[in-house]
């Protein structure tokens, strides 16, 4: 069927992105400064910007379909037909398309032309009502914009059970976004309808309006108290007393009312008298050379003792045999990709972030030490850019801005640009504008100066020109615990890891912030990189166990999502599939060193009241050390964090 010279090129596609990788470039750029060139309104289908034509003499006045549409001029020949058979089969398959792009488009047809479409004794109403319809189609895009929430992602079931339960919350998880986070009430979706002219919508929608503006308040509230130094007493801010100014070496917390020990892993005398990690070691050995038979028999009697509420062994093992299960069925890879699917509202994941906090230093420890090495890098600085590789929901930056409200000389011009994997599905870059959006809300606050783009793609396909550099900008790059996620020299020569770290010594930053998880669960062969998973994650469950109630939702959220999803990454995936890979700080050393960066000294300052942070308010088994220019954070004398500052 022949094609009309000039329609290809003037085909709308729509604004939703079609290809999570798209060709270009292979990534999706985003700016906050180009709000008003996207269009937000959906186009559904394709079809042409190009107002209908006549049909052609030859055709049949039969062609005209109901609401006035006829065929598309492409789709009709243009030449006289001798077989009266082909005219008739030409013409039959233009009836069909024509009355197919109607269905298709009734909808669209219908609210942009309602006087074409609606009956005669409508037309009163239509006139009236055409006013309002003129204003609401020239009110501009940005508007639709700059009314989303600061939410994203959607409802969760919970679930507490094995790995088919794991399958059936993924599968069932709402597809609406989450609306409700005030503590204690569950996600709600907004339904829509169809029809914009039914009975009690105005007072729905009214409804709607008022709870959603309430909803945002206590979003913000909860954002400022997790993320915002607002205690007059922050360790981070008060003065340093005197035993604190003169510490130094290992530091381990004070064993604090967190102390509490919150009941042993076994929950009577037969779980005690279990050996759970022997039988997971003995169940991935069998594993490792498909004895099915022996690692099911094993997996039963690690099921009958495990729990993901139980101790710390319990939940380990909870989590351990699901992704044993998984391999074993094959199915570790399309299982993890399910669970990566799946939203999360922002806000359960703020409390979960925020329990984490407070039960455990390493993610507050880890903003201050960046935040604290770029206020020192940009004390004289009117303009900065961060460059943030795994940017996710920036929960570091509204108390780096709250900080520069404060700067003597004011707050420099700040440009931030996110960067991040893009998430499944068809908006893979939702959760990074999201986070562009609650940070232009925190520049307002403090006044400060600020500008956003995010990019979702692959990192090692970006390259220096995709990032805007501008010469009168301090340049920072931070990038904490992320770098674990890329392949090494074990899948391809051509390490991406490698790659990345080429491209930040090619931007020349003047500051290059890195922390990384120090982990040896990356060996290629299965045995041994699950016994190191399972040292590694035991010290994570551990540290819960002891600083957090068993019960708590928002524990079980960080186990769920974050520990359990990771392990079964470890134990289920090979190859590429296998995107947690962590290496030892060591090795991250001589990485750095080799693409040319230099390491800066510790800030002695940063140290000390790092140091002080954890002895006053921490448990006691947490450490603070230093190592090689390294500041590292463990748990029970095991090192599981390290960060450090470059420069090239």
């Known amino acids: 069927m022949a094609m009309h010279p000039g329609s290809r090129n003037e085909l709308d596609f729509g604004d939703m992105f079609s290809n999570s990788n798209p060709p270009t470039g292979r990534m999706i750029n985003f700016s906050l400064q180009q709000q008003s060139q996207v269009q937000f309104f959906p186009s559904y289908g394709l079809h042409s910007h190009n107002p209908p034509a006549k049909?052609?003499?030859?055709?049949?006045?039969?062609?005209?379909?109901?609401?006035?549409?006829?065929?598309?001029?492409?789709?009709?020949?243009?030449?006289?037909?001798?077989?009266?058979?082909?005219?008739?089969?030409?013409?039959?398959d233009d009836a069909v398309l024509a009355y197919i792009n109607q269905f298709l488009l009734e909808d669209e047809d219908y609210e942009s032309f309602p006087?074409?479409?609606?009956?005669?004794?409508?037309?009163a109403l239509l006139a009236v009502e055409k006013p309002f319809i003129d204003i609401l189609k020239s009110a501009k895009p940005a508007q639709a914009y700059e009314g989303k929430s600061w939410m994203t992602g959607h409802c969760e079931i919970p679930g507490m059970g094995g790995l088919d339960d794991v399958v059936r919350r993924t599968q069932k998880s709402c597809q609406s976004p989450c609306e409700m986070v005030k503590e204690g009430s569950v996600c709600a979706a907004h339904k829509g309808r169809k029809n914009p002219h039914d009975d009690g919508l105005e007072m729905e929608e009214?409804?709607?309006?008022?709870?959603?503006?309430?909803?945002?308040?206590?979003?913000?509230?909860?954002?400022?108290?997790?993320?915002?130094?607002?205690?007059?007493?922050c360790e981070f801010r008060s003065p340093l007393p005197i035993d604190a100014q003169i510490s130094s070496g290992y530091v381990k917390g004070s064993g604090n009312r967190r102390g509490r020990r919150k009941g042993r892993s076994g929950a009577g005398p037969e779980e005690e008298a279990v050996d759970l990690t022997t039988l997971l070691i003995h169940c991935a050995q069998a594993a490792a050379i498909d004895d099915h038979r022996n690692s099911n028999?094993?997996?039963?009697?690690?099921?009958?003792?495990?729990?993901?509420?139980?101790?710390?062994?319990?939940?380990?093992?909870?989590?351990?045999?699901?992704?044993?299960?998984?391999?074993?069925?094959?199915?570790?890879?399309?299982?993890?990709?399910?669970?990566?699917?799946?939203?999360?509202?922002?806000?359960?994941?703020?409390?979960?972030?925020?329990?984490?906090?407070k039960a455990c230093p390493f993610m507050t420890i880890s903003h201050y030490f960046a935040n604290s090495n770029i206020l020192n890098v940009s004390k004289s600085a009117s303009r900065l850019h961060i460059i943030d590789y795994g940017i996710r929901y920036g929960f570091q930056y509204p108390v780096l801005m709250q900080r520069f409200s404060k700067r003597c000389g004011g707050p420099p011009s700040l440009r931030i640009t996110g960067v991040d994997f893009p998430q499944p599905g068809f908006r893979p870059a939702e959760r990074i504008e999201a986070t562009g959006r609650r940070l232009h809300e925190y520049a307002r606050m403090f006044d400060v100066?600020?500008?956003?783009?995010?990019?979702?793609?692959?990192w090692d396909s970006i390259q220096v020109e995709d990032l805007n550099i501008n010469s009168d900008e301090l340049l920072v790059v931070n990038c904490l615990?992320?770098?674990?996620?890329?392949?090494?020299?074990?899948?391809?020569?051509?390490?991406?890891?490698?790659?990345?770290?080429?491209?930040?010594?090619?931007?020349?930053?003047?500051?290059?912030?890195?922390?990384?998880i120090n982990g040896t669960y990356n060996a290629p062969f299965f045995v041994t990189?699950?016994?190191?998973a399972m040292f590694f994650f035991s010290s994570h469950f551990d540290m819960l166990e002891a600083n957090a109630s068993r019960m708590d939702e928002h524990r079980?959220?960080?186990?769920?999502?974050?520990?359990?999803?990771?392990?079964?990454n470890v134990i289920a995936c090979e190859g590429t599939e296998r995107i947690e890979r962590p290496e030892t700080y060591k090795q991250w050393q001589m990485r750095n060193l080799r693409a040319g960066f230099r390491p800066l000294p510790l800030n002695e300052e940063v140290v000390k009241r790092a140091r002080y942070k954890v002895r006053k308010s921490y448990h006691r088994d947490f450490l603070v050390d230093e190592d090689n220019k390294w500041m590292l954070q463990g748990w029970k004398g095991r090192v599981l964090t390290a960060l450090s500052a470059w420069t090239s």
């Open 556 to 568: 079980l959220l960080i186990e769920r999502e974050f520990v359990g999803r990771d392990a079964l």
């Open 481 to 516: 615990y992320r770098m674990r996620n890329m392949m090494d020299e074990t899948v391809t020569d051509d390490s991406p890891r490698t790659r990345v770290l080429n491209t930040i010594r090619k931007l020349n930053p003047h500051l290059f912030v890195h922390g990384v």
């Open 206 to 233: 009214r409804k709607s309006k008022q709870s959603a503006l309430c909803e945002e308040e206590t979003v913000r509230e909860m954002f400022d108290k997790v993320l915002l130094c607002t205690d007059e007493n």
């Open 449 to 458: 100066p600020f500008e956003y783009h995010a990019i979702a793609g692959k």
């Open 55 to 92: 049909p052609h003499p030859s055709a049949s006045p039969s062609l005209v379909m109901p609401g006035g549409i006829t065929p598309s001029p492409a789709s009709t020949t243009t030449t006289e037909l001798d077989n009266s058979e082909d005219l008739s089969e030409t013409i039959t």
């Open 529 to 532: 990189r699950f016994k190191e």
């Open 115 to 123: 006087v074409t479409s609606a009956s005669v004794e409508d037309s």
């Open 297 to 357: 028999e094993l997996l039963k009697q690690i099921r009958k003792h495990s729990s993901a509420t139980g101790g710390a062994g319990q939940r380990l093992a909870h989590y351990f045999a699901n992704g044993l299960e998984a391999r074993l069925a094959g199915s570790g890879s399309t299982i993890y990709h399910q669970i990566a699917a799946t939203r999360t509202c922002t806000g359960d994941i703020l409390k979960a972030f925020g329990l984490y906090a």
